[in-house]
């Protein structure tokens, strides 16, 4: 029965933190979910969590839940900000949604550290820097 279950691997579609400047100005970090496909994928369900050890002391964020609905081709829809202290834990990202009548998932995981400038590329679909996990 397992043969029977198809195993749809997940293509074109990646999340991203980049730094953007809110509307005072300020610094902040976001997680956005592109899709890079040329259909749009529907029934986006991002589930988003960090944890790990920081300062010695084991972290366990909340689990926040997104809907997103509908992502249209070659677009990018923001998912939430993310703290800066939180780079020091792995940060999860869950997605879930449906394309060509097939439900996908994949899991993207920013390793401790790994969201820093050293690790930044520029992401055209955003027009700014910053870490891609495709």
Not at 87 to 93: A, D, L, M, P, S
Not at 107 to 120: G, V
Request: glycine share 4%.
């Amino acid at each position: 029965m397992l043969k029977d279950i198809p195993q749809l691997i997940v293509e074109d579609v990646a999340v991203a933190i980049v730094k953007e400047k809110n509307k005072e100005g300020e610094e902040i970090w976001n997680a956005y979910l592109l899709n890079l496909k040329d259909s749009e994928i529907t029934a986006v369900l991002v589930t988003s969590n960090g944890y790990g050890t920081l300062k010695g002391e084991e972290v366990k964020t909340s689990v926040l839940r997104h809907f997103l609905d509908t992502v249209p081709p070659h677009s990018a829809l923001k998912i939430e900000p993310i703290m800066e202290n939180l780079f020091g834990v792995t940060n999860q990202f869950w997605v879930s949604f449906v394309f060509d009548k097939q439900m996908y998932d994949k899991k993207y995981i920013f390793l401790p550290e790994t969201i820093c400038p050293e690790n930044f590329i520029h992401i055209p679909l955003l027009n700014s820097d910053g870490v891609l996990i495709l």
